[in-house]
């Protein structure tokens, strides 16, 4: 019970409050980018610009979710076992679940401005969902109660099972006929086909997202931190009060 | 573990384990949510998806059964009339007549590929679902790109013939 000794007081120091702050300066950019700046597409008009959003989101998806395993695989073959991997892996978890739903509902709007319908059952957006549900299931596990470490050991073994779901998720346009367009920039083989500023955009969009969720996840594992100090205050206090009632 | 004090009048006996049903309610719902999404994937991968030249010939697109068929709109074959939409859908060389009830909606032009779900009927597909597919290539629509476009649709007109 001596977490208490190194709980952080608050969830903001002065690095976190300079990396919000280039944050906020990269998502403003990215609005006039991918607004103002970048053109049309020839087919899809204006519509495009909601991939600015959409493919950074599942890219924050995918790396919170391959934290949370890493974290995860740190904390199960440690020796101390130190329960700040677990937090991170948590704090990622979480992060990854909200950034998957915006995937989602922005892939929808974005369906039904250029396929015709909000959704189909095609392998991309089935296994994307399926992916959600899955971590949703990881955060509810983390909730069940129990201690610290049980908590940890519980989510961490499936933390490592569900992982293999993002190589589905990804290859599932390769592997399967879909409605989901294939790759423009991930996919090795394929010449990137996007012009100019859109490409920038696209690129600026990664980078922005990417630091939005170092943020975010810093402050959620440091209050995270807070909330398992102040259940461990309670457990402590709770065994003062037995002591006490044993010897009086 | 409730390690709360007891009161005077309270039984010593073993306490109940506190159960985090909220929690529970969570998982079980996640767990049929899956099995939703799978049973609903599974159902909908029943519907084979087939090129147009691959209607007839591979194996399960055959024309008496349901199928989604996939292939790129003819250049100036496109028809709309009293609410119906007409138009050539072809794949490697070879083409099918599709007859769609409705405006088929998102970005569905000529030379574009589409998915039309239906079945084949006298040599005419009938369709009640079209969806649009797009690539994977993003073009600016400006002054520069006007005579790639026009190449691109002189391209599919040759594709269709």
Redesign the interface.
């Known amino acids: 019970m001596n977490s208490a000794v190194t709980t952080p007081r608050g969830t903001g120091t002065r690095n976190t409050r300079i990396l919000g702050v280039l944050t906020i300066i990269l998502m403003v950019l990215l609005t006039f980018c991918g607004l103002i700046f ?8 204006s ?2 610009r909601i ?1 600015y959003v959409h493919v950074p989101s599942i890219w924050v998806a995918y790396l919170a979710f391959g934290m949370t395993a890493l974290c995860s695989a740190i904390y199960l073959s440690g020796r101390n076992r130190s329960l700040i991997w677990d937090r991170f892996s948590g704090a990622a978890g979480e992060i990854g679940v909200l950034f998957v739903a915006v995937s989602l509902v922005t892939g929808s709007l974005w369906g ?6 909000y959704w ?4 991309r957006l ?1 296994s994307t ?2 992916l959600f ?2 971590y ?2 990881y ?3 983390r ?3 129990g ?1 610290h470490r049980q908590r940890a050991r519980r989510s961490a073994v499936l933390a490592l099972i569900a992982i293999l779901e993002i190589p589905l998720v990804h290859f599932s346009v390769n592997v ?2 879909t ?1 989901h ?4 920039v991930a ?1 090795p083989n ?1 010449k990137v ?6 490409l920038f955009s696209l690129f600026l969009g990664l980078i922005a997202f990417t630091m939005l969720f170092a943020w975010l996840v810093i402050h959620r594992q440091r209050s995270l931190a807070l909330e398992d100090a102040v259940a461990d205050r309670g ?1 402590d206090a ?2 003062e ?2 002591r ?2 044993a010897t009086n | 573990m409730d390690l709360t004090p007891r009161t005077a009048g309270e039984s010593a006996g073993p306490a109940k384990k506190k159960r985090n049903w909220i929690a529970i309610s969570f998982i079980v719902v996640a767990l049929l949510a899956g099995g939703v999404v799978v049973t609903k994937f599974l159902t909908s991968a029943i519907d084979y998806y087939c090129n147009v030249d691959e209607v007839g010939v591979r194996s399960g697109c055959n024309g008496d059964r349901r199928i989604r068929v996939q292939g790129i709109v003819k250049q100036h074959s496109v028809k709309s009339v009293d609410g119906t939409t007409e138009f050539d859908m072809t794949y490697n060389t070879k083409s099918i007549h599709v007859v769609y009830q409705g405006d088929p909606g998102g970005i569905f032009q000529e030379c574009i590929p589409v998915v039309a779900h239906g079945r084949l009927l006298n040599g005419t597909f009938e369709s009640d679902r079209i969806e649009v597919k797009h690539s994977n290539q993003y073009i600016e629509k400006n002054k520069g790109r006007l005579a790639e476009a026009n190449k691109e649709a002189v391209k599919c007109s040759s594709q269709a013939g």
């Open positions: 970048s053109g049309e597409d020839i087919n899809q008009g519509t495009v991939m039904r401005l250029t396929w015709g319908t189909v059952w095609d392998a089935t969902a399926f549900i899955t949703i299931g955060l509810a596990v909730r069940l109660g201690t399967w006929r409605l367009q294939k790759a423009s996919d394929a086909a996007l012009d100019g500023l859109m457990l709770a065994i009060a037995r006490e009632e």
